[in-house]
């Protein structure tokens, strides 16, 4: 059964903290992306990566960071950094030659307490 | 910069209606423009993605326009039924892999 899943579906942190979301991926798709949603607002991209060891930063990248030590995993840390960091994050996957039809995880709702 | 413009204000209409909801697109016209779905809570699934020199396309109870002078996409639902009711969020691609999206219009379909 091929997908992508994300955990903790529901995350609360203190202030301060460094936070780590997971996502993991069995599809065998080369490219992940992490994105960020807040009400009434589209999905940002935050980070992304084409290929193992390698990672771009995306629109709103400053407080995040990330790491591809595998093709299926993406995981992505909010620190301490990160001014506003309550909000909906989502990851996905495509192909490498098909980057149009991205398929997301279930996300994960971070709440800042 | 390119922006995603979609109608903020949820829609409501009858079953059997067909449901319409308009993308506006700023600055030069994208190679395509995609539609995802998305429920409460969940993540986006894709549903269609139309080519700058597709007029029109079809899947099933869908059909999506793309009218390059206008700057503006519309997508359809034919006999609507309460399970279309989510959030539907249109899509394009600037360069390499940094996609914009629009913030989404929530359709409901009344029984």
């Known amino acids: 059964d091929g997908g992508i899943t994300q955990s903790p579906k529901y995350l609360f942190r203190k202030e301060g903290q460094n936070v780590t979301l997971s996502c993991e991926q069995n599809?065998?798709?080369?490219?992940m992306y992490w994105y960020r949603q807040d009400p009434g607002q589209g999905l940002r991209l935050i980070y992304y990566s084409q290929i193992v060891n390698d990672f771009q930063k995306g629109d709103i990248a400053e407080g995040y960071s990330v790491s591809r030590e595998k093709k299926e995993s993406f995981p992505l840390t909010v620190t301490s950094a990160q001014k506003n960091p309550t909000a909906f994050y989502l990851c996905?996957?495509?192909?490498?030659?098909?980057?149009?039809?991205?398929?997301f995880g279930p996300g994960t709702r971070l709440t800042v307490l | 910069s390119q922006k995603i413009e979609q109608n903020s204000e949820a829609l409501n209409i009858q079953e059997g209606k067909t449901a319409t909801l308009t993308c506006n697109y700023t600055?030069?016209?994208?190679?395509?423009l995609q539609w995802y779905r998305q429920d409460p809570g969940r993540g986006p699934v894709f549903l269609l993605l139309?080519?700058?020199?597709?007029k029109e396309k079809r899947k099933e109870r869908l059909k999506v326009t793309f009218d390059t002078t206008l700057k503006q996409s519309l997508f359809h639902i034919t006999a609507s039924q309460p399970a279309d009711s989510a959030t539907y969020l249109c899509?394009?691609?600037?360069?390499?892999?940094?996609?914009?999206f629009g913030p989404g219009t929530r359709l409901s379909v009344l029984p």
């Open positions: 600055n030069y016209s994208p190679a395509y």
């Open positions: 996905a996957s495509s192909k490498y030659d098909s980057p149009d039809t991205q398929y």
């Open positions: 899509v394009r691609r600037n360069y390499g892999q940094n996609f914009v």
């Open positions: 139309i080519r700058e020199n597709e």
């Open positions: 599809l065998n798709h080369d490219a």
